[in-house]
């Protein structure tokens, strides 16, 4: 009886061994976590502010160069628009649907 109750000690002892191995190792997997996420973020944060700068200075470039709208582009975009519709016309008409202009 004496063996049987050391064995059940023993084996409760393992049992509390294990779990507090294993609440180590959860302790240590969420302190990683922590660590690879605090990171990324600022990895995030780095990579966001390099765009912003980035960008803002295109922007600066960009407008530096004076460009403005091209009074041409307006009359090429009215030419397409034209196109586009006769287009739609001779594809209705050739397939034999009626045009609704």
Same mark, same amino acid.
Request: no cysteine; glycine share 4%; net charge neutral.
């Given at each position: ?14 049992? /509390?061994?294990? %779990?507090?191995?294993? #609440?180590? $190792?959860?302790?240590?997997? *969420?302190?990683?976590?922590?660590? $690879?996420? /605090? ?15 980035? *960008? ?5 470039? $960009?407008?530096? /160069? ?5 009074? %041409?582009?307006?009359?090429? /975009?009215?030419? %397409?628009? *034209? ?9 209705? #008409?050739? $397939? ?6």
């Amino acid at each position: 009886m004496a063996r049987v109750l050391d064995a059940e000690r023993a084996a409760r002892a393992a049992v /509390e061994a294990s %779990q507090r191995e294993a #609440e180590s $190792i959860r302790a240590d997997a *969420r302190a990683r976590e922590k660590s $690879i996420a /605090e990171r990324a973020a600022a990895r995030i944060a780095a990579l966001r502010t390099g765009t912003a700068e980035r *960008r803002a200075a295109r922007l600066a470039a $960009i407008e530096a /160069e004076g460009v403005g709208p091209d009074p %041409q582009a307006a009359q090429d /975009e009215a030419a %397409q628009a *034209r196109l586009a519709s006769a287009v739609a016309r001779l594809a209705d #008409e050739l $397939i034999g649907r009626e045009s609704a202009e």
